[in-house]
């Protein structure tokens, strides 16, 4: 899959100033090297011509957009280089392993391709996302680098968005849940007001679409808790679709309906704004 930024939404007069707004903050001269480094595809085909013209409903895409590599289970990796991988996890594939599942992992697929390669090859796990969820996942390739997007991601300097379709009508078009979530002995997430037993977990969201008691919401976490969205949202009152655990009793989707489409980071070693963003799982499509 490749790593798929947006549309463009209105005309724009140039690729680069295009770019621009896809990736605010970005100096020129990062988004003309992204575009010398082959980067950029407009419309599926590489382009490098900054001056190229955008026009309203052309649609870019930012990473290794020549190359996906297809990995067992329906892996996909959509970026890498000499410090970080990212990938498309599919549903039901754990990230990595539990008492229960060793092998059937994100971690041990994708080290093992990276062993084939070169057996000196390491692979290092910053982030996860729930075996029910799909979407993006960014792994280290060092101990250092492992760090340094730790220390990203604890200063809430990351950008992570998804899709979720929830039970029921949400009232408010947008809004923020915030608590203290903790986790008992049967290791089932729920909110505390025990302060100092629970953590601050922060989680925005705005409704994308109602439709028959449904609604599909994008959700921007401020913190990254164990199953916070679902927590949250259920809390709410509106659980996620497919998710019997957190409360819910409907099921269009077949699965979880929870999909990482967005992250958004400053590359650790090379200060690059580096975004990521997948299309809809095809059964998410006709709710959002």
Known sequence: MKAVVSNSGTLQKSLLEALEI??????RRTLRQML???RISLNGKICVNARHPVEQ??????GAADVAAKLPYGLEVIFEDN???VVHKPVNLLTVATEGERERTVYACLRAWLKERNPGNKLF???RLDKFASGVLVFAKSERVQSLMKGIFQRHDIQRKYWAI???LVNKNQGTVQSYLAENRLMRMSSTDDRMHGKLAVTHFRVLRRIRN???LEVTLETGRKNQIRVHLSEM???IVGDRAYGCTKDPLKRLGLHAFHLSFQHPVTEKTMLFQTEPPPEFVRFL
């Open 22 to 27: 896809l990736v605010p903050g970005a100096a």
């Open 36 to 38: 010398s480094q082959r």
């Open 57 to 62: 409903g052309d649609n870019l895409e930012i």
């Open 83 to 85: 410090d970080i991988i």
């Open 125 to 127: 796990v910053i982030h």
């Open 166 to 168: 929830v039970e029921g």
């Open 214 to 216: 449904v609604s599909s």
């Open 237 to 239: 009152g509106h659980p």
